[in-house]
């Protein structure tokens, strides 16, 4: 009984240690909802969605600090987010290019998505040409960044994707090595198969063009899959180096240990 009282007092004690978190969550949702009311008042502007877009990332990432945190204060992390100190030690920095590698990728998607004009940057003949070529070619020269963000969000999506294969088969070697790192590979296994995955959404969504008269019209279901996919891989990556920063790191430190 008395085991089970200490452990609600310092679940009190911690939830009141965060309020300083919670000011700033507050903030953060009020700052969402004024930047949802520009975005809508600027009809879709690619700068205003991008910047809701990454207002909302950061108060998601935000929540997830906060819950890493205080569970372990608590001393209730969860197993299957929680690396060992020393491969955390060697892939944090790797991770948090990952991270902000498809981060970039989803923000220049934004822009292609918003920009009039852009989605269509490689035609719309339908497979090959269109997708996964641009305009019938594998490379095209850049002469108009705006008119030809497309291909430069193609350029940068291949890029990332081959990053992650990269590190899929390096922490497969070391995993395979003895090195501890199951529990990483499956979270990188498994964002890199959304991220290759969304690849695929993305070809779909260009494919689904249609000519209506004057209009070319697109799946907007596929689109909002693939924003919603790209999304959720930034949050995977994301999620891994923070619980690297705020748990594995921490239990590291001797300061720390009890």
Same mark, same amino acid.
């Given at each position: 009984?008395?085991?089970?009282? !200490? $452990?609600?007092?310092?679940?009190?004690?911690?939830?009141?240690?965060?309020?300083?978190?919670? @000011?700033?969550?507050?903030?953060? /949702?009020?700052?969402?909802?004024?930047?949802?009311?520009?975005?809508?008042?600027? #009809?879709?502007?690619?700068?205003?969605?991008?910047?809701?877009?990454? $207002?909302?990332?950061?108060?998601?990432?935000?929540?997830?600090?906060?819950?890493?945190?205080?569970? @372990? #204060?608590?001393?209730? &992390?969860? #197993?299957? /987010?929680?690396?060992?100190?020393?491969?955390? !030690?060697?892939?944090?920095? @790797?991770?948090?290019?990952?991270?902000?590698?498809? *981060?970039?990728?989803?923000?220049? =998607?934004?822009?292609?998505?918003?920009?009039?004009?852009? !989605?269509?940057?490689?035609?719309?003949? =339908?497979?090959?040409?269109?997708?996964?070529?641009?305009?019938?070619?594998?490379?095209?020269?850049?002469?108009?960044?705006?008119?030809?963000?497309?291909?430069?969000?193609? *350029?940068?999506?291949? /890029?990332? +994707?081959?990053?992650?294969?990269?590190? $899929?088969?390096?922490?497969?070697?070391? %995993?395979?090595?003895?090195?501890?790192?199951?529990?990483?590979?499956?979270?990188?296994?498994?964002? %890199? +198969?959304?991220?290759?995955?969304?690849?695929?959404? =993305? =070809?779909?969504?260009? *494919?689904?063009?249609? &000519? #209506?008269?004057?209009? /070319?019209?697109?799946?907007?279901?596929?689109? *909002?899959?693939?924003?919603?996919?790209?999304?959720?891989?930034?949050?995977?990556?994301?999620?891994?180096?923070? $619980?690297?920063?705020?748990?594995?790191?921490? &239990?590291?430190?001797?300061? !720390?240990?009890?």
């Amino acid at each position: 009984m008395n085991r089970w009282f !200490n $452990s609600r007092a310092i679940s009190f004690v911690k939830l009141v240690a965060c309020k300083e978190g919670r @000011r700033a969550n507050l903030g953060l /949702i009020i700052w969402q909802g004024l930047l949802g009311w520009l975005t809508v008042k600027m #009809d879709n502007e690619h700068w205003s969605v991008a910047l809701h877009l990454a $207002s909302a990332l950061m108060f998601m990432m935000s929540l997830i600090w906060m819950w890493l945190a205080i569970a @372990r #204060d608590l001393k209730e &992390e969860p #197993d299957w /987010i929680t690396f060992d100190p020393i491969l955390a !030690n060697s892939w944090h920095k @790797r991770i948090a290019w990952l991270s902000l590698a498809t *981060l970039l990728t989803l923000f220049t =998607g934004v822009f292609v998505a918003t920009t009039p004009g852009a !989605n269509q940057a490689c035609g719309v003949g =339908g497979f090959p040409n269109t997708w996964p070529l641009c305009n019938g070619e594998l490379f095209s020269k850049i002469t108009d960044i705006i008119a030809q963000s497309q291909l430069i969000h193609r *350029l940068l999506v291949g /890029i990332v +994707g081959l990053a992650l294969i990269a590190a $899929s088969i390096m922490i497969w070697r070391e %995993s395979d090595d003895g090195q501890c790192g199951s529990l990483l590979s499956k979270w990188i296994y498994l964002t %890199s +198969g959304m991220f290759l995955l969304n690849l695929s959404l =993305g =070809g779909l969504y260009v *494919l689904s063009a249609k &000519e #209506d008269g004057f209009e /070319i019209i697109y799946d907007e279901l596929l689109s *909002l899959f693939h924003l919603m996919f790209a999304s959720i891989t930034f949050l995977l990556l994301a999620t891994v180096w923070t $619980s690297m920063k705020v748990i594995s790191f921490y &239990e590291s430190n001797p300061e !720390n240990i009890e």
